[in-house]
């Protein structure tokens, strides 16, 4: 299984930026895919999560309504779009693939523990 990351880059604050994590290896649809962050000297910390099927998405509170996760099964690609960017947003971003289903998803998944697969990160940097 690979996860692959990718669309980061230095952008200033307020900029957008648009991730990408595209998986190979794995039946697409079974998982819940989610993203990661981890700054310098920090732990890695939560950022969201889609359902397989969309219908269900989970954020962290830091993103406060400007990422929005969207997939694309039949392209075995998870999207991370990051509006308004803010400098406390540099970090590496991991992409994540979990076998989560009803209960355990909306019990677990910011839990890091629950995934399966992680992607190689890709780095994003907000400069102020």
């Known amino acids: 299984v690979q996860l692959q990351a990718s669309g980061g880059g230095l952008v200033q604050a307020g900029d957008s930026l648009r991730l990408s994590c595209t998986a190979s290896?794995?039946?697409?649809?079974?998982?819940?895919m989610a993203w990661f962050r981890q700054a310098p000297g920090k732990e890695r910390e939560f950022v969201g999560t889609?359902?397989?099927?969309?219908?269900?998405?989970y954020y962290a509170d830091f993103v406060e309504g400007r990422f929005t996760l969207s997939r694309d099964n039949a392209k075995n690609t998870v999207y991370l779009q990051m509006n308004n960017l803010k400098s406390e947003d540099t970090a590496v971003y991991y992409c994540?693939?979990?076998?989560?289903?009803?209960?355990?998803?909306?019990?677990?998944?910011?839990?890091?523990?629950?995934?399966?697969?992680w992607g190689q990160g890709t780095q994003v940097t907000v400069s102020s």
């Open positions: 994540a693939a979990g076998f989560l289903t009803g209960a355990r998803l909306s019990a677990a998944y910011d839990n890091d523990r629950v995934y399966n697969y």
């Open positions: 290896g794995l039946i697409f649809s079974d998982y819940v």
């Open positions: 889609i359902s397989w099927n969309s219908v269900a998405t």
